[in-house]
């Protein structure tokens, strides 16, 4: 009206077309345009808008029953895939009209929306944090005995928790809503991140539990959490058979007889009875420290005997009546010994000891060769394939002493071998090579097999 000069308030619902004319509005085309423009701009963020608002004000959450075997235990938010994807495109649109030109006249609703989605987007993300926590502790405190009789205090905050989430989500499974649910119930994202913090508690109270059991039996660092809980939450001992191969390097199987533990058994299918059987009473962890104990233990007393019986028996029939990892370690510390009596025979004028050496390894090595070509069982066959790995490493490096003249045992030709000593001072087997020196550990191998020796994996 003004750029018309007319200085007359016009209402636009009883304007006429002969008032429109007097306007002249031909006389100004540029301005004139600029005003369709900008109305026709305005139209399209107004309908653009007013969807927005239509679609969150009836959108609703997809709320199912959640069950724990058989029993209901409340209501659970389904996947929102569908729920973000139209918050992300919503917010973009928004973030487009906010940065128009013509965003004037709907700033505040512009404004408004965009803050909303964002509460709803933070809130949905939210809940489903807290409801996944909630599942995970739900199956660990509801119904289980005896952890709950062991972390009485956390099972009681616990227990407030499940019950303020189940009629959270009780009132959701009544009213849907999401604009109802995220944005006029104004405590929503308070009370879910009051949830996730106790929940939280809860969580850091059973890892320090966990922890502890841990620090007392350290091989369940080697099992998950849920996996602990399962024979933590069990008055059964035999729970602890499924998790035996990630404990032990090769035991499947412990031999219970009633409450007492009396054997190791391989994945293959190898077998050792404990010298002293172990009784599975009081907490896991700690008979379970017994059993490693009495694991490394016996077989730290069948070793001894067996190094003892190596150089009486005759060696084929030594290698069939041993355990498979006792005959690798008896072999090759006899191997060692012989290997440094050679070098104590050249200095006192044998010098053809290491050639004799080789050939009796080689002799050794065929016999071996001659047995695995018997009638067998596949046990004994493993067993001794392993063992000829070895002695071909074995007669390998003497044959190299022999070629390049290595006679004397403070050569680094030899001092670089991984040599196995029975050590009379510790009545235990020391492991050498170069400046290193450890105790063998004893830990049950089984017959577990191995690549061929190279120079390159020595």
Same mark, same amino acid.
């Not at 050639?355 to 695995?372: A, G, V």
């Given at each position: 009206?003004?750029?018309?000069?007319?200085?007359?308030?016009?209402?636009?619902?009883?304007?006429?077309? $002969?008032?429109?004319?007097?306007?002249?509005?031909?006389?100004?085309?540029?301005? %004139?345009?600029?005003?369709?423009?900008?109305?026709?701009?305005?139209?399209?963020?107004?309908?653009?808008?007013?969807?927005?608002?239509?679609?969150?004000?009836?959108?609703?959450? $997809?709320?199912?029953?959640?069950?724990?075997?058989?029993?209901?235990?409340?209501?659970?938010?389904?996947?929102?895939?569908?729920?973000?994807?139209?918050?992300?495109?919503?917010?973009?649109?928004?973030?487009?009209?906010?940065?128009?030109?013509?965003?004037?006249?709907?700033?505040?609703?512009?404004?408004?929306?965009?803050?909303?989605?964002?509460?709803?987007?933070?809130?949905?993300?939210?809940?489903?944090?807290?409801?996944?926590?909630?599942?995970?502790?739900?199956?660990?405190?509801?119904?289980?005995?005896?952890? =709950?009789?062991?972390?009485?205090?956390?099972?009681?905050?616990?227990?407030?928790?499940?019950?303020?989430?189940?009629?959270?989500?009780?009132?959701?499974? =009544?009213?849907?809503?999401?604009?109802?649910?995220?944005?006029?119930?104004?405590?929503?994202? +308070?009370?879910?991140?009051?949830?996730?913090?106790?929940?939280?508690?809860? +969580?850091?109270?059973?890892?320090?539990?966990?922890?502890?059991? =841990?620090?007392?039996?350290?091989?369940?660092?080697?099992?998950?959490?849920?996996?602990?809980?399962?024979?933590?939450?069990?008055?059964?001992?035999?729970?602890?058979? %499924?998790?035996?191969?990630?404990?032990?390097?090769?035991?499947?199987?412990?031999?219970?007889?009633?409450?007492?533990?009396?054997?190791?058994?391989?994945?293959?299918?190898?077998?050792?009875?404990?010298?002293?059987? =172990?009784?599975?009473?009081?907490?896991?962890?700690?008979?379970?420290?017994?059993?490693?104990?009495?694991?490394?233990?016996?077989?730290?007393?069948?070793?001894?005997?067996?190094?003892?019986?190596?150089?009486?028996?005759?060696?084929?029939?030594?290698?069939?009546?041993?355990?498979?990892?006792?005959?690798?370690?008896?072999?090759?510390?006899?191997? @060692?010994?012989?290997?440094?009596? %050679?070098?104590?025979?050249?200095?006192?004028?044998?010098?053809?000891?290491?050639?004799?050496?080789?050939?009796?390894?080689?002799?050794?090595?065929?016999?071996?060769? @001659?047995?695995?070509?018997?009638?067998?069982?596949?046990?004994?066959?493993?067993?001794?394939?392993?063992?000829?790995?070895?002695?071909?490493?074995?007669?390998?490096?003497?044959?190299?002493?022999?070629?390049?003249?290595?006679?004397?045992?403070?050569?680094?030709?030899?001092?670089?071998?991984?040599?196995?000593?029975?050590?009379?001072?510790?009545?235990?087997? %020391?492991?050498?090579?170069?400046?290193?020196?450890?105790?063998?550990?004893?830990?049950? +191998?089984?017959?577990?097999?191995?690549?061929?020796?190279?120079?390159?994996?020595?």
């Amino acid at each position: 009206m003004k750029t018309a000069g007319i200085q007359a308030e016009i209402n636009v619902k009883t304007l006429t077309l $002969d008032q429109v004319f007097n306007l002249n509005l031909q006389n100004y085309p540029d301005k %004139v345009d600029e005003i369709v423009v900008e109305a026709s701009n305005e139209a399209r963020h107004e309908k653009e808008i007013s969807e927005i608002e239509q679609k969150w004000k009836v959108a609703n959450f $997809d709320i199912v029953p959640y069950k724990k075997g058989t029993e209901e235990r409340g209501y659970a938010l389904k996947a929102t895939d569908d729920i973000k994807v139209q918050l992300e495109d919503h917010l973009i649109t928004l973030q487009q009209i906010a940065g128009s030109r013509y965003v004037a006249a709907f700033k505040t609703r512009v404004g408004n929306w965009e803050k909303w989605l964002n509460l709803i987007t933070e809130i949905i993300d939210l809940w489903l944090v807290v409801q996944k926590k909630w599942m995970y502790l739900e199956g660990i405190f509801i119904g289980a005995d005896d952890i =709950r009789q062991q972390l009485p205090d956390e099972a009681k905050r616990f227990d407030k928790t499940d019950r303020n989430f189940i009629k959270m989500m009780d009132a959701t499974y =009544r009213n849907p809503n999401i604009y109802a649910c995220c944005i006029l119930a104004d405590t929503k994202l +308070q009370d879910l991140r009051n949830l996730s913090g106790d929940l939280d508690k809860c +969580q850091k109270s059973l890892s320090e539990y966990l922890d502890s059991k =841990r620090n007392i039996f350290p091989r369940f660092y080697f099992i998950s959490d849920d996996e602990l809980l399962s024979i933590l939450g069990s008055s059964d001992p035999e729970m602890i058979q %499924v998790h035996l191969l990630k404990l032990f390097d090769n035991c499947k199987k412990l031999d219970f007889k009633g409450k007492q533990i009396t054997g190791m058994h391989s994945d293959e299918g190898e077998r050792y009875a404990f010298k002293e059987p =172990r009784k599975a009473e009081g907490a896991v962890e700690n008979w379970m420290n017994k059993v490693d104990d009495e694991m490394k233990s016996t077989l730290k007393r069948i070793t001894k005997e067996a190094v003892y019986y190596y150089h009486k028996d005759e060696r084929t029939q030594w290698v069939r009546a041993q355990l498979g990892m006792v005959c690798l370690v008896g072999t090759q510390i006899w191997w @060692t010994w012989r290997v440094e009596d %050679v070098f104590n025979k050249v200095k006192e004028g044998n010098k053809y000891a290491m050639k004799q050496e080789s050939e009796k390894q080689t002799k050794d090595l065929n016999d071996l060769i @001659t047995l695995i070509r018997s009638d067998i069982t596949s046990l004994e066959r493993k067993k001794i394939n392993t063992l000829i790995i070895l002695d071909v490493h074995a007669r390998d490096i003497v044959d190299r002493f022999v070629r390049d003249s290595i006679l004397d045992k403070k050569e680094f030709e030899w001092e670089s071998q991984l040599r196995f000593y029975w050590n009379n001072e510790l009545d235990d087997i %020391v492991v050498e090579q170069t400046q290193g020196r450890f105790k063998y550990s004893y830990e049950y +191998q089984g017959l577990n097999g191995r690549l061929v020796i190279t120079p390159l994996t020595d």
